[in-house]
T-cell receptor, first 115, second 110 residues
């Protein structure tokens, strides 16, 4: 297993369109996280899954955002009716827990540009 | 929620110099990590260090949890060390959320 994979790497979409991103975590990691990063800022937490259960959602995650992790494997993040303010890098990370190393492994991210 | 502050915001070094990057956090933590973000945006985990000291090659980190700070030391810096260094922490009461600082931009000049 080579790490966390995200697809696509880049996405340009028109305002109002829906987009979906995919994240494949490290196979033995049961925890999966989505973060969003804008220029000049640190990553901001969006949501967290333990196996298939979505256990926490940030207030940043408006009703237009939805995330799933069916069967506790890959995860998808969908943004409906995109707005220009959604333009950002969307990062996925995975980790194992709770009694082992808690370090996060991040994917390369999906850069979203809404025009 | 927890506040994570990093200093200095920017750092310029000559190749071969040593540096210390600081991270202060506002609450007790059970998880603290240092990351390096390269110019292509990839975040690389450097250390998981909620307490104590660790070393990995030219990099080392120390977290003094009782005083709520962590330090990242870079010795004999190289141009490939350039990028943004993030500290991220999670409080003891939080289920999952790792909160990041704003980062320290390091430029190492040849």
């Amino acid at each position: 297993d080579t790490g966390v994979s995200q697809d696509p790497r880049h996405k340009i979409t028109k305002r109002g369109q829906n987009v979906t991103f995919r994240c494949d975590p490290i196979s033995e990691h049961n925890r999966l996280y989505w973060y969003r990063q804008t220029l000049g800022q640190g990553p901001e937490f969006l949501t967290y899954f333990q196996n298939e259960a979505q256990l926490e959602k940030s207030r940043l995650l408006s009703d237009r955002f939805s995330a799933e992790r069916p069967k506790g494997s890959f995860s998808t993040l969908e943004i409906q009716r995109t707005e220009q303010g959604d333009s950002a890098m969307y990062l996925c990370a995975s980790s194992s827990g709770p009694r082992v190393y808690y370090g996060y492994t991040f994917g390369s991210g999906t850069r979203l540009t809404v025009v | 929620g927890i506040q994570v502050e990093q200093s200095p915001p920017d750092l310029i070094l000559q190749e071969g110099a040593n540096s210390t990057l600081r991270c202060n956090f506002s609450d007790s933590v059970n998880n603290l990590q240092w990351f390096h973000q390269n110019p292509w945006g990839q975040l690389i985990n450097l250390f998981y260090i909620p307490s104590g000291t660790k070393q990995n090659g030219r990099l080392s980190a120390t977290t003094v949890a009782t005083e709520r700070y962590s330090l990242l030391y870079i010795s004999s810096s190289q141009t490939t060390d350039s990028g943004v260094y993030f500290c991220a922490a999670r409080t003891t009461g939080a289920n999952s959320k790792l909160t990041f600082g704003k980062g320290i931009t390091l430029s190492v000049r040849p």
